[in-house]
Structures are given as C-alpha cells and as structure tokens.
C-alpha cells in the first residue's frame, strides 16, 4: 500500500510540476505579449513622430517659397501629429534608453522650431510685405541649421526603431526558448508517468497474481482435507480478507473434526 501511494504521489508531483512550469511559460509569454504590443505602439508612434516632420518641413518649404498662408496648415497639422505621437510614445515605452531619447527628440524637433522653421517663417512674412531681406533668408538657409537639426532628428528616431526591433527579436527568441523548455519538460514528465505507470501496474499484478496463487494453493490442500498448512492473511485487501476467510474455515473445520473424533 505504502508503495502505491508513494508511487501515486510521485505521478502527481510531476503533474504538478508540469501545471507549474506551463503556468510559467504562459505568464511569460502574456508579459512578452504585453510588452511586444507596446513596442509596437512605440514603432507607430516614431513612425507618426516621422511624418508629422515631413508634414512641417513640406508646409514650411511651400510658405518659403510662395508666401502663402495655406501652406502653413500642413505645418500646424504636422506639429499636432508630432506633438501627439510623441507624448503617446512617451507614455507606451518602459525602456529607459528609449524614454530618453523621446526626450532628445522633444529637444531637436523644438530647436528645429525655433532655430529654423520660425525664423524663416518671419522672415518670409517680412518679405511678402514688401520689406527686401532676401539676404538674410539666404544667410539662414546657408547655415543649414535647420538641415543639421533635422538630420540628428532623423539619426535618433532610427535608433529608437533599432532598439525596438531588437527588443521584438529578443522576445522572440525568449518565446521559442520557454516553448522548447516546455515541450521538453511535457514529454519528459509524461514519459515518466507512462513509465512509472508501467512500473506500478506489474508490480500490483505480481504482488496479486503471488498472493492469489498462494490462497488458491491453501484452498486446494484444505479441500484434499490438509488443514496443517499455514495461511498468510498480511495486509488489508481483498486477497488479505479471503486468506482470513480460508483460515477461518481451516479453524472450523478443525474443530468440527475434534468434535467428531471426541
């Protein structure tokens, strides 16, 4: 009995063990679900973060050049998306290093502003009135601050797309790596269940099968009327209980022929 149960208590912890590491890999895989989700929010957002520039660098191009108010629509609009895309992206990464560049991209993009856009703005405003600064629109143009500033722009937003895509594949990696451990963890515990299940099922039938050849043995002496052999009645089972009853019997049987005999 003892053997059984230690046997039956040894399927369980495997099963037990096999309920804890599947938890672990499905925990894991959620969390790095979660998380691949937010990367993407984060790749959007770059990606709006990149066309709300271009939006702003088309419209001030066109207002440069024509002086006309509708083409500084473009460049408000493009200023909300990059406004919006950033704070979005801020709130969506848990990556230090990226949270950090958002802010060097909140930095240049307000510099490009300052230093670039708006000046050329006023300058061109000056120029539509009539007032002749073409030399300073030249001297700004010149400088290419504007070019600098949004080239760095362009630099920091590819690198946080880098970091993102490698956060993705690293991801994807840990996914493949817990999906194998967990096959191999689900085939080597049911190959030991199968096995020890094996294992318990001829030992049950040897242990029976002896104990029922040993009471078939007894049964067959008592019927031929030997009554000297001795019954084994161990343990609390069923083939126990029919010993008992066959040395009970052996007993009766006893004292029914010392009944006769005297």
């Known amino acids: 009995r003892n053997k059984l149960l230690l046997a039956f208590g040894v399927i369980v912890l495997i099963i037990a063990i096999v309920i804890g590491v599947s938890l672990f890999a499905f925990e894991r895989n959620r969390e790095a679900g979660e998380a691949t989700r937010q990367t993407y929010e984060v790749m959007v957002d770059i990606e709006e973060i990149r066309l709300g520039l271009a939006r702003m660098e088309s419209g001030l191009r066109g207002y440069s050049l024509a002086g006309e108010k509708a083409f500084l629509e473009p460049y408000q609009?493009?200023?909300?998306?990059l406004d919006g895309a950033l704070a979005r992206a801020k709130v969506a990464t848990k990556n230090p290093r990226v949270s950090e560049l958002l802010e060097r991209v909140k930095t240049l993009s307000t510099s490009w502003q300052k230093q670039a856009?708006?000046?050329?703005i006023r300058l061109r405003e000056q120029i539509t009135e009539g007032v002749d600064i073409m030399q300073s629109m030249e001297q700004l143009v010149r400088r290419q601050t504007g070019?600098?500033?949004?080239?760095e722009l362009i630099q920091v937003t590819s690198e946080i797309m880098n970091i993102e895509r490698q956060l993705i594949a690293q991801r994807v990696a840990d996914s493949e790596s817990r999906a194998t451990l967990s096959l191999y963890v689900l085939l080597g515990s049911g190959a030991a269940a199968i096995l020890l299940s094996i294992l318990m099922a001829l030992t049950m039938a040897g242990?029976?099968?002896r104990r029922l050849a040993g009471a078939?043995?007894?049964a067959q002496a008592t019927a031929q009327g030997d009554l000297t052999v001795a019954v084994r009645s161990e343990g609390k089972d069923e083939v126990a209980a029919l010993m008992r009853a066959i040395a009970e019997m052996q007993q009766r049987l006893r004292?029914?022929?010392?009944?006769?005999a005297s």
């Open 117 to 120: 856009a708006e000046p050329q």
């Open 147 to 151: 070019k600098h500033l949004m080239d």
């Open 216 to 218: 078939v043995e007894v």
């Open 207 to 209: 242990n029976i099968g």
């Open 77 to 81: 609009a493009g200023r909300k998306r």
């Open 255 to 260: 004292e029914m022929l010392g009944q006769i």
